[in-house]
């Protein structure tokens, strides 16, 4: 988290410009701090008279990330007293900065987002460098641009443009910036400031326009089609993001602005940025953002003062999915890879998958053709390990099984070099009993990767009591530079992601068999935020997997493990998921799903071996009911993971469930969304269905100690958010492709 202690600097030159500095390391963020000295700053610049122009920009290559993220928890508790609504958007930007007398230009380099941008358009131009990344992702944090943003970009860039950057939050570089008219000039880091300083002698000597952003018109488009640009923006932002209210909150206050003038835009912004900044979305964003920056500091790894070894060279053992994914994402970071499979013929195979991967880029016009080249060329095939000699790491991802994983280990000890990291993709198998017969034990560590591994943005890192720090710290590196987001885990059965969500299928099975309908639960968890529901996604894994993966559950959780025969009884019928076009739902050539009438007599058979009989009761649940005999299940299980020392923290638990499930992110995440409820009320409703229905949903120890106390099941929250829907794609289990793409 950023230092609140930020401050400006003004620096005046002998050519009459003063520059104007944001500092507040790392990333100059916007902290009240910065912004009263920002004002103070500029009005002290344009008192002096030695200063004609000004010029503002950031230290240290980075103009600005935004208004400090961290201020925000501190506005909620109430722990520091905000400035008015519009003390940044009118009282300095725009009635300061826009309307005085002296001119103003933005120097930006590294990151303009936000408010950063906003300070950024307050000025009368901007010159950026082509690295430069320039944003309003304000809306991933549950709120909207509040330091004038609504009003100036549509303004600079059109409201066409301006939605859609504002919808998706996606920044755009230099060139981007320059040809849809956000900056001026685009000039090398070495010539900004120069420039910078030039321009705004210019428009002083009124060789450049002088434009004030808020009071553009020539980019708007006119007001009949902008009402049908709104329009249409409303409808798409209703299905993609139904739950959410703050991006149409955004969509009205753009249009105040159009219809009525900036300066009412300014202040409607300003009115519903502080009812947003106090949002249970708000909180829920905030506490992701921070949370997954703070998956990468491990007590007790993270703070002994070591320092990533570099990882140049990776061998890849298996050239499966899940093989063949952990390649690509590895190569499209620069990595070498070397991909050993058994075979000329599986090697094959396994690097057209990567192939693939890759070529699916270019289609979508990710990748260029020669980047992809360029990318397919740090990938080599071996079928032995002679190759294997100066590998730095390499990752095993053959099938799951144990003498195999053994022995392929014993091998990688004779020919790695002993500071190799040894990683294993498993998901199931005990990585102690993996290294059992070597003694590299403080080198094996899990990788576990979600399939499609090019595509999923989670890491489980799995560690061992063996593990040594200095690997852990390597693998987390390699997980950062592969953008991956990497959460430390410890050793157990299905680890933290499929370990929670075992619960998510296993409740549904236990509602089915008493009479809840199949597609009204997929219905209601979709609703709630999930991509698919448990029987949508059991289609897409396949039910070879389901089974395989239940096994290892009711093996170690006997107890807890709802043993339906619902699943194993469709297989017998040849129905293996999506795969086979019938599972839970049929599915036509397009892959769409579609229920399946024929689905009654299995649950009806599944219902007879279990021996129970319809609860009248289960048959008309709400959505509500469903969602918390659903999900209750799934915290009771994050609890146990929690209590056993599995995950960290907490806040480890919500960013593995969003990342890894597709948990709805402006929830926060398992365990935000459970406190948010109370762990008393938990702990009651689990109670009461234990008594009706068996163990399954017995409160662990730690659920009810904490509903004992009254407490929140996360002891320590770190304070701090991000938005996505999701679509889910597919891989192993309860693992899928979850694509994080920002409203
Ligand atoms: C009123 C206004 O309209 C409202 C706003 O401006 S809201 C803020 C809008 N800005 C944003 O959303 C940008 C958020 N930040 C980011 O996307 C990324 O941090 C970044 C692109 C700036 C840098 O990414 P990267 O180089 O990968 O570094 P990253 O690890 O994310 O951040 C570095 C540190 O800066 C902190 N940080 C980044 N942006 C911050 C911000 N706006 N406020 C406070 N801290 C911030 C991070 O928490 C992290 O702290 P840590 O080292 O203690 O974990």
């Not at 090398?188 to 002083?204: G, K, M, Q, V, Y």
């Not at 409808?235 to 602005?257: F, M, S, W, Y």
């Not at 095993?396 to 790695?416: G, P, R, T």
Request: aromatic letters at 8%; a positive charge.
């Amino acid at each position: 988290m950023s230092s609140s202690k930020g401050r400006t600097t003004l620096e005046v030159g002998a050519d009459g410009v003063g520059i104007i500095t944001l500092i507040n390391p790392p990333v100059n963020s916007l902290s009240f701090d910065v912004l009263y000295s920002l004002k103070e700053t500029y009005e002290l610049a344009l008192k002096k008279d030695d200063v004609k122009a000004i010029v503002v920009t950031g230290a240290k290559g980075k103009f600005s990330g935004g208004f400090d993220i961290s201020a925000f928890g501190k506005i909620q508790e109430g722990n520091v007293q905000a400035p008015k609504p519009g003390f940044v958007s009118l009282e300095i930007l725009s009635d300061l900065v826009a309307a005085a007398k002296k001119p103003s230009v933005a120097a930006i380099d590294g990151l303009a987002l936000g408010g950063g941008l906003e300070v950024a358009m307050g000025c009368h131009a901007r010159i950026s460098t082509p690295t430069a990344q320039l944003g309003l992702p304000e809306l991933t944090l549950g709120v909207i641009p509040g330091f004038g943003g609504t009003q100036a970009l549509p303004r600079l860039v059109g409201i066409a443009k301006a939605l859609e950057m504002m919808l998706t939050s996606k920044p755009v570089k230099g060139e981007e910036a320059l040809n849809i008219g956000l900056v001026d000039a685009v000039v090398s880091p070495d010539e900004l400031l120069n420039t910078a300083r030039r321009w705004a002698l210019d428009i002083l000597e009124g060789k450049k326009p002088w434009v004030i952003s808020y009071y553009k018109t020539d980019k708007l488009e006119p007001l009949g089609e902008a009402r049908e640009i709104l329009k249409f923006a409303r409808a798409q932002t209703r299905k993609r993001a139904p739950n959410l209210n703050h991006p149409l909150v955004c969509i009205d206050v753009i249009e105040v602005g159009i219809v009525s003038g900036s300066r009412a835009g300014l202040w409607k912004e300003a009115e519903a940025f502080q009812g947003l900044l106090l949002s249970d979305t708000c909180r829920s964003l905030v506490h992701v953002f921070f949370s997954q920056r703070g998956t990468t500091k491990v007590p007790g790894v993270t703070d002994l003062g070591l320092k990533p070894r570099q990882v140049k060279k990776v061998a890849i053992l298996g050239g499966g999915l899940m093989g063949s994914g952990i390649a690509t994402a590895l190569i499209m970071s620069n990595y070498s890879v070397i991909l050993k499979e058994v075979n000329d013929k599986f090697l094959q195979s396994g690097i057209a998958r990567v192939k693939a991967n890759l070529q699916s880029r270019v289609k979508k016009g990710q990748m260029s053709q020669e980047k992809f080249e360029k990318t397919l060329s740090l990938l080599k095939g071996a079928l032995d390990y002679e190759s294997f000699r100066d590998v730095d790491m390499v990752i095993e991802a053959v099938i799951e099984n144990v003498s195999l994983k053994q022995q392929i280990f014993s091998d990688l000890e004779k020919y790695c070099p002993p500071h190799c990291i040894l990683a294993s993709n498993t998901s199931t198998i005990d990585l102690n009993l993996i290294g059992e017969k070597t003694k590299s034990q403080d080198r094996i560590i899990g990788a576990h990767f979600f399939s499609p591994a090019h595509v999923m943005p989670l890491l489980e890192i799995v560690r061992t009591p063996k593990t040594s720090a200095q690997v852990i710290i390597d693998l987390l590196d390699v997980g950062k530079k592969i953008k991956k987001t990497p959460v430390v885990v410890g050793n157990c059965t299905g680890f933290a992601v499929n370990r929670m969500f075992f619960p998510y299928t296993q409740a549904a099975l236990l509602l089915v068999e008493r009479g809840t309908d199949v597609y009204q639960i997929d219905k209601a968890i979709t609703k709630f935020g999930m991509p698919m529901g448990p029987f949508r996604l059991c289609d897409l894994v396949g039910f070879g997997v389901a089974i395989a993966t239940g096994g290892q559950f009711v093996l170690n959780f006997p107890e807890r493990t709802y043993k339906s025969m619902l699943i194993p009884l469709m297989q017998e019928d040849k129905r293996a998921g999506e795969t086979t076009r019938r599972g839970f739902y049929v599915y036509d050539e397009k892959r769409r799903a579609n229920p399946d009438p024929e689905l009654k007599k299995f649950i009806e058979k599944a219902r007879d071996i279990s021996g129970v009989t319809v609860d009248p009761k289960l048959t008309k649940l709400s959505d509500k009911d469903i969602v918390e005999m659903i999900f209750f299940p799934v915290v009771n299980e994050a609890c146990r993971v929690l209590a056993e020392g599995i995950a960290v923290k907490a806040s480890d638990l919500d960013i593995s469930a969003i990342m890894g499930m597709g948990f709805p992110p402006y929830r926060g995440g398992i365990l935000f969304w459970a406190d948010s409820l109370g762990s008393k009320y938990i702990c009651s409703r689990l109670e009461q269905w234990s008594n009706l229905y068996g163990g399954f949903f017995k409160p662990c120890s730690y659920l009810a100690e904490r509903a004992a106390k009254g407490a929140p099941l996360v002891r320590n929250s770190i304070p701090g958010f991000y938005i996505n829907t999701s679509s889910l794609v597919a891989s192993s289990y309860v693992e899928f492709v979850f694509c994080l793409c920002r409203v």
